[in-house]
């Protein structure tokens, strides 16, 4: 009986496209949305998994700034009011310091965002 079942709820899942839908997502990049204030990032830290696609969307809330990631040779420019895409693959495991890369104010050498790449 619980073969059965099993096999149904199978079955409906590929008929209505919910596995298809499943396996495309995991193709994707994910998608995390950063903002971008005087003087931090939220959030403030970030984990990713080494070798999944990732696009940070960083909007800047007041004025332009900028984030940089030298060890991983990422650098997106944001300017005021809007938002940039840095897409990218992490290919290594670690903790990353990203530092706004646009003077921004006095706040701006303490503006960072951390990001935690892990297996």
């Avoid at 204030?37 to 970030?46: H, T, V």
């Avoid at 009011?81 to 990353?96: E, H, N, V, W, Y």
Wanted: hydrophobic content about 45%; aromatic content about 6%.
């Amino acid at each position: 009986m619980k073969k059965k079942l099993m096999l149904m709820l199978l079955v409906f899942a590929m008929a209505s496209g919910t596995w298809n839908r499943a396996a495309h997502a995991q193709g994707s990049p994910r998608q995390i949305e950063v903002t971008a204030k005087r003087f931090a990032y939220a959030p403030g830290e970030i984990t990713l998994k080494k070798g999944e696609p990732v696009v940070l969307l960083i909007k800047s809330a007041d004025v332009a700034h900028g984030l940089r990631f030298r060890e991983l040779n990422l650098d997106a420019k944001i300017d005021k009011g809007g938002t940039a895409r840095l897409s990218f693959t992490p290919d290594k495991t670690g903790d990353f310091v990203g530092h706004c890369s646009v003077f921004c104010g006095s706040g701006h050498g303490e503006m960072t965002l951390m990001l935690h790449v892990v297996e």
